[in-house]
């Protein structure tokens, strides 16, 4: 698809972040399955359940533009997971594995901090304001998560989180 206006592009970009969060809740899963510290699970646990969310209010996104839910592949969040696993395979010691999975979070929330926020404006422009409160309140919890993990990983760099 092309996308010759706002609209087009809007609905675009909602397909892509319904592929990126529905991608992110089994990644996220995976992240908390691969680590050993219970403050670094506990937050990709957490943040799969917000993500969950995400893929419910996006959902709401596309009815309320009376558009069908839709995902289309998003090379980026492809790439993410391809590296994550790329490393994974190279059977890390398990606290560089932590480490790790902590910027592999961090890379992902960044990303999702960006798209959302490309997307927000772009509903407000079109007049859609209850779907930019309902993107708006996603970028929140993304805006969180990405503190939560740069809280961890800086305790993790400082050895106040160590692995047994």
Same mark, same amino acid.
């Given at each position: ?51 969950? @969310? ?6 709401? &996104? ?69 779907? &930019? ?23 993790? @760099? ?7």
């Amino acid at each position: 698809m092309c996308a010759n206006t706002l609209e087009d592009l809007f609905e675009d970009g909602l397909k892509h972040m319904y592929y990126t969060e529905q991608q992110l809740v089994d990644a996220l899963d995976e992240l908390e399955s691969q680590s050993s510290e219970e403050e670094i699970m506990d937050a990709f646990s957490e943040h799969r359940s917000e993500t969950q @969310d995400h893929v419910q209010r996006l959902e709401g &996104a596309f009815e309320a533009i009376d558009e069908t839910p839709e995902a289309k592949t998003d090379s980026a969040v492809e790439g993410l997971i391809e590296d994550h696993e790329a490393f994974v395979e190279q059977d890390p010691d398990q606290n560089v594995l932590n480490r790790y999975n902590i910027a592999a979070g961090q890379k992902s929330e960044h990303y999702e901090i960006a798209a959302y926020g490309n997307l927000i404006p772009i509903a407000d422009q079109l007049g859609m304001d209850e779907v &930019a409160d309902t993107l708006e309140r996603s970028l929140r919890e993304e805006q969180d998560a990405l503190d939560e993990l740069s809280t961890l990983g800086e305790e993790f @760099d400082y050895g106040q989180i160590s692995s047994d």
